[in-house]
């Protein structure tokens, strides 16, 4: 992998709520009414008025992904994203693809230059860490190498077991 690209890679261990960067994306569910995880994190941490947007929005499908303001956040925007629900089938990782991929492309048609990623599905939708990491990685490196108005890509993971887990696959894939 080319180093000016993998550059602009981070990975990061702590809370996706507390970043600065024009925005964070929500690993949310189809109704967008906010739930557990990071989904609950984030409407705590962004106040009412994430939830009264969301509403407006009306939902979102698996695979797709929505923008809206980031309100009490200090990112400027929420990209709240579908996730499948692991199931050991070839679409599950379709699936996964395109919420990295239809995440960044809203990134990019809003003119964004940061922005950073949980773990999606790898909670309480079980995705298995190791597969979605190499999923998430090689997207955003396609995806920057055709979109240089993307300055920095962030994968930000709660536990340092999934760190441990980014960490590995950077190590495998940098040139050294
Ligand atoms: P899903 O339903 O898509 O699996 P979850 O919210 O259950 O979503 O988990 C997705 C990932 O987000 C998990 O790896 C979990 O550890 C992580 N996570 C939970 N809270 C936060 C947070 N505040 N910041 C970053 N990651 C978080």
């Keep these: 992998m080319d180093k000016d690209i993998l550059g602009k890679i981070e990975i990061q261990q702590g809370d996706i709520t507390q970043l600065d960067v024009d925005a964070i994306v929500n690993a949310a569910n189809t109704k967008l009414l906010g739930g557990g995880g990071v989904d609950g994190a984030i409407h705590r941490a962004a106040g009412s008025k994430l939830l009264e947007e969301c509403r407006a929005v009306g939902g979102c499908p698996t695979g797709e992904a929505r923008i809206t303001k980031g309100y009490n956040l200090r990112a400027r925007h929420v990209i709240h994203t579908v996730g499948p629900v692991y199931s050991g089938k070839p679409k599950d990782s379709q699936l996964l693809t395109n919420c990295y991929l239809n995440s960044l492309k809203l990134a990019v048609d809003n003119n964004l230059a940061t922005i950073a990623f949980p773990a999606i599905s790898c909670g309480v939708y079980g995705y298995p860490i190791e597969d979605a990491c190499k999923i998430a990685v090689d997207m955003s ?36």
């Design 141 to 176: 490196y396609e995806f920057l190498k055709r979109n240089p108005s993307l300055k920095k890509i962030i994968f930000v993971q709660f536990s340092p077991k999934d760190y441990a887990v980014y960490e590995a696959y950077f190590k495998s894939t940098s040139p050294s």
